[in-house]
């Protein structure tokens, strides 16, 4: 009986004693700075996982892209209070779409870039207090995402600029969770209905050499809206389930950065050759 109430005592606790970690996945803004048609650029970066994207120039205005990322890995991470915590990922993202680019003469800003796409993800991570190994909580996500894009950038002599700017609509179509500690372990919490809108700034700075691009990225995913979603709490016991439901908005905001390397590939090169060889 003691330990029915115990249960059912934590069943009743708020449900921010269990703080979801990593739920939303950002991937890096996408920045080939097109200036031609028939140009394919490839980007292999890290951060935050790994990520590939390939964009390339259908004409001198409209380019097509795509980008996948995997995050297989388990890092150590501090709060702002010091507190440190191990989490481990099994998480990737699918993304593409298509985008419009011009270039200005202008002495600051001299590339605009408007991308437009949408994508799927996944997250399936854990993560515990280095001081408490023994409770780990487990979170489980799929959503899809629509979003655009805006660069603003600066091509100069052997480097690039660019700010960017991301607004990303997504719907989860699960988001569940639970901890395994032996106290709470036979609670499951699930999201239902779950939307959020997110603003996410970026900004980028990449040296160039030859079709080559070193690059470093760092930015924000802010959660401008997110809609109040069923929190179901399902508790089993011996004798049968406890289900509660409340509303909550989850925290679905997070940081977003990665380190690249690129390489641009000129079509039109391969083109004027073999016209010459002819």
Not at 211 to 227: C, D, E, H, M, R
Request: hydrophobic share 35%; charged share 20%.
């Amino acid at each position: 009986m003691f330990r029915f109430f115990l249960l059912l005592f934590s069943v009743l606790l708020p449900e921010t004693l269990m703080a979801q970690r990593g739920a939303y996945i950002a991937n890096a803004l996408l920045t080939p700075l097109h200036d031609q048609k028939g140009q394919l650029q490839v980007r292999a970066g890290w951060g935050g996982g790994y990520e590939l994207d390939v964009s390339c120039s259908l004409t001198n205005h409209i380019a097509l892209f795509s980008a996948a990322k995997l995050d297989w890995s388990a890092r150590n991470h501090t709060t702002i209070l010091g507190s440190t915590y191990v989490q481990s990922n099994n998480n990737h993202v699918l993304q593409g779409g298509i985008g419009y680019f011009k270039q200005f003469d202008r002495r600051y800003l001299n590339r605009v870039e408007v991308y437009t796409g949408a994508g799927t993800s996944s997250v399936d991570n854990s993560w515990y207090y280095t001081r408490f190994s023994d409770s780990k909580e487990f979170t489980r996500a799929r959503y899809w995402t629509a979003f655009s894009q805006i660069n603003l950038g600066k091509r100069g002599r052997s480097s690039d600029l660019v700010f960017g700017m991301r607004l990303a609509y997504s719907h989860y179509q699960d988001f569940a969770y639970y901890d395994n500690h032996p106290n709470v372990r036979y609670i499951r919490y699930r999201y239902e209905q779950v939307r959020v809108i997110t603003l996410e700034p970026a900004v980028s700075y990449g040296y160039r050499w030859k079709g080559f691009k070193a690059a470093v990225q760092g930015g924000v995913a802010l959660p401008l809206a997110t809609s109040e979603a069923n929190l179901v709490a399902i508790h089993t016991t011996d004798a049968g389930s406890i289900v509660r439901s409340t509303k909550e908005a989850p925290s679905l905001g997070t940081l977003l950065g990665q380190i690249s390397l690129q390489y641009r590939f000129d079509l039109n090169k391969k083109d004027k050759l073999s016209s010459e060889a002819k």
